[in-house]
């Protein structure tokens, strides 16, 4: 089966400006995930999806980072502005199902990697 | 306030040897748990998981042993692989949630 899809892989950008991210997940998994994961850290959640609802979005800056999933399926991360901390790797992941032990288990994409200069 | 705590950044060891990477947790919510795998530009892949009714799991060369009562869990990894150098992330989560918390990693370098 196709894996998580993500673009752009690499994007250059001065603080203040605006960037975006999409991610298609696997086919027939309901729930997505975006993760952040800054340089010597681990992936910390922002924000994640059952269907096209939002379960969980305590962690996201919402004054300056959005996300929506439309019609279920692909999903879009922007940053508007951006500052020079937002720099680092915004994974999306997606998993089968919100409940059982499988839910559990995280496919994730090769991530893209945002550099705010 | 890290609710997962991978303390050594990194390990290395010689290829055949045994590899023991480590994971401590403070939450008592959590009753699952993950260990993933990532090469460098690669996101990370899932290697093997473990509930909390259970305090060892066994897949091939990798079993992750949990002590609930100390809150640890540790992989072992034997024999070990040069191809096994990567970054492993540890995970927690309450089973069903979906979302896991994850640790810093610590880069595990196996040398032939």
Not at chain 1, 14 to 29: D, L, M, T
Not at chain 1, 42 to 63: A, E, R, Y
Not at chain 1, 84 to 108: H, I, K, M, P, R
Request: with cysteine; hydrophobic share 35%; proline share 5%.
């Amino acid at each position: 089966e196709a894996g998580v899809a993500q673009s752009p892989r690499y994007k250059i950008i001065e603080k203040r400006q605006s960037v975006a991210f999409w991610c298609n997940p696997i086919s027939g998994h309901a729930t997505l995930y975006w993760y952040q994961q800054i340089l010597g850290q681990g992936p910390k959640l922002l924000i994640q999806f059952q269907n096209n609802g939002v379960v969980d979005d305590s962690q996201l800056p919402k004054d300056r980072f959005s996300a929506e999933r439309l019609k279920g399926v692909d999903s879009t991360l922007k940053i508007q502005p951006a500052k020079l901390e937002d720099s680092a790797v915004y994974l999306c992941a997606s998993s089968l199902e919100e409940s059982g032990s499988w839910a559990n288990v995280l496919t994730f994409g090769a991530g893209s990697r945002l550099t705010v200069l | 306030d890290q609710q997962v705590k991978q303390n050594s950044p990194s390990l290395s060891v010689q290829e055949g040897r045994i590899s023991i990477l480590n994971c401590d947790y403070t939450n008592s919510m959590f009753d699952y748990f993950l260990w993933y795998k990532k090469y460098p530009a690669e996101g990370p892949t899932f290697l093997i998981s473990i509930s909390s009714i259970k305090d060892k799991n066994e897949d091939g060369r990798f079993t992750v042993f949990l002590n609930k009562s100390a809150k640890h869990l540790s992989l072992h990894i034997v024999p070990s692989q040069p191809g096994d150098s990567a970054v492993y992330f540890c995970a927690a989560s309450a089973l069903g949630a979906g979302k896991s918390t994850f640790g810093d990693g610590t880069t595990l370098t196996v040398k032939p």
